[in-house]
Nanobody, 121 residues
Framework: QVYLKESGGGSAQAGGSLRLSCAVS????????MGWMRQAPGKEREFVGA??????YTYYADSAKGRFTISRDEHMVYLLMNSLKPEDTALYYC????????????????WGQGTRVTVSS
């Protein structure tokens, strides 16, 4: 079992920044990749980006490239979001892949409870 707990959500102005954190615990030895997904009101869940657990390689959705950065420090995974836009408003989930589907995969085995981000114009 892998346990994920997000924090750091909140409100920001367009153009601003927020950093989300994810505390990872439990069977971290079975993790291949960590990712961030988001769900905006009335929309389907959307892949944001991912990071390989062992090497720290990253991969981003087009909507996140150049603005968002995923990093890891021990058992913490971060999503730094710069140049925020109102369309980044969503519930953000930290997710873990324990099967090894590849860094660009959008299916994950473990999910946190989510942290809300609201960006105003």
């Amino acid at each position: 079992q892998v346990y994920l707990k997000e924090s750091g959500g909140g409100s920001a102005q367009a153009g601003g920044s927020l950093r989300l954190s994810c505390a990872v615990s439990g069977r971290t030895d079975i993790i291949y990749n960590m990712g961030w997904m988001r769900q905006a009101p009335g929309k389907e869940r959307e892949f944001v980006g991912a990071l390989t657990w062992s090497k720290g390689y990253t991969y981003y959705a087009d909507s996140a490239k150049g603005r968002f950065t995923i990093s890891r420090d021990e058992h913490m995974v971060y999503l730094l979001m710069n140049s925020l836009k109102p369309e980044d408003t969503a519930l953000y989930y930290c997710v873990a892949d324990t099967v090894g589907r590849g860094i660009a995969a959008t299916e994950y085995d473990y999910w946190g409870q989510g942290t809300r981000v609201t960006v105003s114009s």
